[in-house]
């Protein structure tokens, strides 16, 4: 049996789910998560992708390549910083 790295403590979780319930908005949920997620040891980066409407497709790096932009993969939420601390991949 493998064992998971990532330990989340119930009274982490416990609190972490009270503060969800807290949040007025989608953009403070996303963000609440992703930090409390990035802020273990264990990870380095967290990230929450949802399929939306393609309304900012021209200002999207696959812009190009896209061939339904009726329907788009975006980037919510990210935090994150690499091993030698030297890039940030906080959103927001």
Partial sequence: MT??????????????????????SVD??????????????????????????GDICNTCNEYAVCQDKSSCLHLMASRGLSIDNTTNWNTR
Avoid: G, H, K, Y
């Fill in 3 to 24: 064992q998971n790295n990532f330990n989340l403590d119930f009274e982490s979780f416990q609190l972490l789910l009270l503060q969800m319930a807290q949040q007025r």
């Fill in 28 to 53: 403070e949920l996303l963000q609440l998560v992703t930090s409390s997620l990035a802020s273990n040891c264990n990870v380095a980066l967290a990230r929450v992708w949802m399929i939306t409407p």
